[in-house]
T-cell receptor, first 112, second 113 residues
Framework: SQQGEEDPQALSIQEGENATMNCSYK?????LQWYRQNSGRGLVHLIL?????REKHSGRLRVTLDTSKKSSSLLITASRAADTASYFC????????????FGAGTTVTVRA | DVKVTQSSRYLVKRTGEKVFLECVQD?????MFWYRQDPGLGLRLIYF???????EKGDIPEGYSVSREKKERFSLILESASTNQTSMYLC????????????FGSGTRLTVV
């Protein structure tokens, strides 16, 4: 069953701007991950944040996690055309937390 | 560079055919997964395996089976293909139960006619 829901469904920004997308989930999690998918290809792992962490950075990516609100956000700073992709959050929970549940994704278009 | 390889990029099969989708990883990962991806529905887990010969049902196993005879290979089988199984199929692997990041294959776009 789908656990995460991304918001917005689609986002269009100018190159150089920041892009923010959110993920909400329903039940307690052990970890939350973000993935990127370029058109028609497989997903690429971006970042993992555990339930006891509040913020993580990786290059131009910043992820926050608020377990009290059951939500996470992914910020991409200084966006580039190459950031055009779909972004998915995925959650692992319970004793099988290595088995991930994915949301439907946010489609990001970066205009040159 | 570590890899998950799916045998076919595009596949067209007829209704009622038995279809095999193959996935091979070269990273000595314990866990392997099969998802299908449909517009607006995201990725849905079909089956997964945490060890050789071990398999567990995911959220939508009906109409599918799997085989994992060797650690590096995880096969998805559509016993009798139907048009509602037209989809993008994604294979993924992860190192262990405590190391969570997935490595995905490029996907197989299956069309059942």
């Amino acid at each position: 069953s789908q656990q995460g829901e991304e918001d917005p469904q689609a986002l269009s920004i100018q190159e150089g701007e920041n892009a923010t997308m959110n993920c909400s989930y329903k039940t307690s999690i052990n970890n939350l991950q973000w993935y990127r998918q370029n058109s028609g290809r497989g997903l690429v792992h971006l970042i993992l944040i555990r339930s006891n962490e509040r913020e993580k950075h990786s290059g131009r990516l910043r992820v926050t996690l608020d377990t009290s609100k059951k939500s996470s956000s992914l910020l991409i700073t200084a966006s580039r055309a190459a950031d055009t992709a779909s972004y998915f959050c995925a959650t692992g929970r319970g004793s099988n937390d290595y088995k991930l549940s994915f949301g439907a994704g946010t489609t990001v278009t970066v205009r040159a | 560079d570590v890899k998950v390889t799916q045998s076919s990029r595009y596949l067209v099969k007829r209704t009622g055919e038995k279809v095999f989708l193959e996935c091979v990883q070269d990273m000595d990962h314990e866990n392997m997964f099969w998802y299908r991806q449909d517009p607006g529905l995201g990725l849905r887990l079909i089956y997964f395996s945490y060890d050789v010969k071990m398999k567990e049902k995911g959220d939508i196993p009906e109409g599918y089976s799997v085989s994992r005879e060797k650690k590096e290979r995880f096969s998805l089988i559509l016993e009798s293909a139907s048009t509602n199984q037209t989809s993008m199929y994604l294979c993924a692997s992860s190192l262990s139960r405590s190391n969570y990041g997935y490595t995905f294959g490029s996907g197989t776009r299956l069309t059942v006619v």
